[in-house]
């Protein structure tokens, strides 16, 4: 007698577009008490985006874990060129259910920077730039709220416009 093989019944793994991540996004910046319904990752499919970004990075030997702080830049003017969205890692101390982003950009010697930040005034203006087709102005992270912190103890920052430097002759 032969059995049949039968493979297991595999949920589907939702994999959302990014105007559907930036939607839930502004829902939990805008919506007290809104938790993002992130979707279940796919070990597999995680695993082929890291490798992914290690394969585009300029440094492949540096990990998101490693990323800069926003405030270990406080006041770099840099060129906004583009930014992630990534869910919240309670193991981290952040809540269940938000965001955080991580940021790129160069400054003007063109060097490429890159760093992360959960700071909902910061993800908020990346949302309204990316919808108003503003990517590609100079900011810069500065503190906000006169030295106020959050209930998680952190200064409150905001990413506000720079004046476009020159470059060194």
Do not use: C
Request: hydrophobic content about 40%; proline content about 8%; cysteine-free.
């Amino acid at each position: 007698m032969s059995k049949e093989m039968v493979a297991p019944e595999v949920a589907p793994v939702e994999v959302w577009a990014r105007e559907k991540v930036l939607d839930e996004v502004a829902k939990w910046l805008t919506e007290p008490g809104y938790v993002i319904p992130w979707p279940e990752i796919d070990p597999e499919v995680a695993s082929a985006e890291i490798n992914r970004r290690i394969l585009e990075a300029e440094d492949p030997f540096a990990t998101e874990s490693e990323l800069q702080k926003a405030r270990e830049i406080l006041g770099l003017p840099f060129r906004l060129t583009g930014f992630g969205v990534r869910p919240s890692d309670p193991a981290s101390g952040a809540k269940a259910g938000g965001a955080y982003v991580i940021i790129e950009g160069h400054t003007n010697h063109g060097e490429a920077i890159l760093f992360q930040t959960g700071a909902k005034k910061v993800v908020t203006k990346l949302l309204a730039a990316e919808r108003k087709h503003q990517m590609g102005r100079w900011v810069q992270i500065v503190l906000g709220n006169e030295g106020k912190r959050s209930n998680s103890g952190y200064e409150f920052l905001d990413l506000v416009p720079a004046p476009e430097p020159f470059p060194d002759a």
